[in-house]
């Protein structure tokens, strides 16, 4: 018995094995599964997001080395070379390793940081495939993909600086092939900064021009408010018909009909003034609409000339540096690298442009984080009321130079196009009339935010303004295009 007992034994092992090792094998997938991509995402997010402090904790000094050592440099060894003084030379080339060691260090920061955020905002483009959620993500990504390549140009530009200015730190025999390098490659990097910029000033000239062409909100819909008034008066004036009506059912010598007439009479002149008061409060959302659009359409075209203004200096300070990058080039090529004031001062003047343009953006994002958390009820959604935080945690939180804008001006802007573009399913856009939100919608399409840009058919596309689970991914794909061209 105990010999026919062990071959049963067995069998009952090895399927519970067999059993164990499906539910193992499921345990497995199930962790490789959504919640194992998710803790891989959340890892990688972690690292993408420890990559992009760490190089806006570079940025202040990178600005500085751009904006003063680097210039001060270029002074520096044109007067050494004039005086030929050799130490005063050498400290200048020291301090130039130093400085181009300081860019490459942020350059190659910045290259990673935007590389993985590309690659994160194209997994969520392709996730998502229409509307605007997929439209934000695809422009994201590209834009981070080209800044990494710029990035990585920039490495290399600033890693053959370094060479060029250790080798007249160790005076080489071969400085000036280093100089000539580090000139190709610093007017390349020049070139390609500046064709940017001058891409960047094309697609918000023509953002510029398209809102614009929208015209003046309050001569579009004049003729509409001229009908709304129109309907108030009329109402008006069925109101106090309807009250003179009423009003002869109290003489004495007007009473008959009884109740039933004087009853009939009351819910008539009731029912006119409620559309008297209807008519009203339509003209006055309507005349508040206007003004609404008319303000959204004036920042829209504000931030692009602003962004035309800021791409004009920057680039024109990169093609300044792209020219001293072919003179030092040309200088070294010819033998005359010790005296080339052309070279230097361009590169002066050039990193001189790019500083103050970085200044500006700097002043005015620490600007912006203090009023967000100082003044929160100038630009908080209606019915808020977030509470005011001192002046010196608001100044604490203007000086956080690594975190964005988010309560601002631009937000707000975003949130009052959409409530006037939005259907009637959303809170609060139940009374625009139907002119408004054409006219609201129109001004999406022209900030590049209409359906061809989130592959969808017009009908389609509206239907996403209705939904209010979208509204979110609205409201900061309209942020997001106001800022850019």
Known sequence: MGASVRPTEHALLEMQSRAGNRAATAAVQRARGPEGAKGKKNYRDRIAGLIDRFKKNLEPIDTFVKGFQTPTNAGLTQQAAAAADEGLKNSAAISGVSAASGNLLTESAGALASGMDAY??????????????????????????????????????????????ATKVQKAADAAVSAEASGIASASIGAIKATRSAFRIGGAARKYKQVKALGDPHLVHEASLARLDESRVQANWAAAEAYVALDAYWRPEDQGGGLEAVSEAVDAAQEAMDEAREAAESLQRAEKDV?????????????????????????????????????????????????????????????GLVFGVTMYKALRAATKRYEEVRHPERWAPAGETPAEASRTDSLAHALKFWKKVSKGERQAMAREIYALAAGPAIAGSDGTT???????????????????????????????LNDPAKSSGWIQEIAEQLASG
Do not use: C, F
């Open 291 to 351: 003004e609404k659009l008319s303000t959204a359409q004036g920042y829209a075209k504000k931030k692009q000339l602003t962004k035309i203004g800021k791409e004009a200096v920057s680039g024109g300070g990169e093609s300044t540096k792209a020219a001293a990058g072919i003179v030092t080039a040309v200088a070294a090529g010819t033998g005359l690298l010790a005296s080339n004031p052309v070279g230097w001062g361009l590169a002066g003047a050039g990193a």
């Open 120 to 165: 994160k905002n194209l997994l969520g483009a392709r996730k998502q495939k229409t509307g605007a959620g997929h439209h934000v993500a695809n422009k994201k990504a590209k834009t981070k993909g080209t800044d990494a390549v710029v990035s990585a140009a920039g490495s290399g530009s600033y890693s053959a600086g370094i060479a060029k200015e």
């Open 434 to 464: 139907d002119e408004m939100r054409e006219s609201a919608r129109a001004l999406l399409i022209a900030l590049k935010a209409g359906p061809a840009k989130h592959k969808l058919e017009p009908e389609a596309w509206v239907e996403t």
